[in-house]
């Protein structure tokens, strides 16, 4: 993700009203429908410094992206790094994830995914957050099962967890259903199951 070209205060404040004002126009009237004039508007900055600050819409999106990103993958849930491996935290953690719990605006995400079918520059910026989310994924699976000895395995499990919690993001927007808790305790079944054998094989 591109970093910020001035790091003063008042750069960070004026690029953080051009984002928040992108976030709700994207998801009010969609990706296409958004130009810098109307960015310009919502945020009462000039057109002209939006794009000494961003590049294009993509770039406002990238932004939007790590925002969001850096704010999921900071919870205190997830024991990572120096932090002593606890299973109960990364299970609450890994639940966290497969409910899309913290989804910051499901008509913004929804709008970014299909946008990425016609727009290589955006699919692109989703596959690096897919692929940094795999990666959290097997580091919180690896602090409770540092004996595995395969890699293949845990990105194995990283992936079907991503799966599984994009099938429940597309059922929760599209029929406006959540997760019953039975199936999630079924599918937090199936997660316990796969670290257990994962340890036992390591």
Same mark, same amino acid.
């Given at each position: ?8 205060? $008042? ?5 953080? $009203? ?21 960015? *310009?508007?919502? *945020? ?12 294009? $819409? ?19 849930? +997830? ?61 919180? +699976? ?17 992936? *079907? ?13 599209? $029929? ?27």
């Amino acid at each position: 993700m591109p970093e910020p070209r001035d790091r003063s205060a $008042k750069a960070n404040a004026r690029r953080a $009203k051009i984002v928040q004002a992108a976030r709700e126009l994207f998801a009010e009237n969609g990706f296409h429908a958004t130009g810098m004039a109307r960015i *310009s508007e919502r *945020s009462g900055v000039l057109v002209g410094q939006i794009y000494r600050d961003f590049a294009n $819409k993509e770039a406002i999106v990238a932004e939007l992206a790590e925002q969001d990103l850096a704010e999921f993958l900071g919870g205190d849930e +997830l024991c990572c790094g120096g932090c002593v491996p606890d299973r109960a935290a990364v299970r609450l953690w890994v639940e966290r994830f497969i409910t899309c719990a913290d989804m910051p605006d499901e008509r913004l995400v929804s709008e970014i995914i299909a946008e990425t079918t016609r727009n290589p520059r955006l699919a692109a910026i989703f596959r690096s957050v897919d692929e940094r989310l795999r990666e959290r994924l097997i580091q919180a +699976l690896s602090a409770i099962v540092p004996q595995a000895s395969a890699a293949e395995p845990l990105r194995c499990l990283a992936e *079907s967890i991503l799966v599984v919690s994009a099938g429940i993001f597309q059922r929760r927007v599209v $029929k406006k259903q959540e997760t019953p808790p039975a199936v999630m305790a079924l599918l937090m079944d199936f997660v316990e199951r796969e670290i257990d054998r994962l340890a036992a094989q390591g």
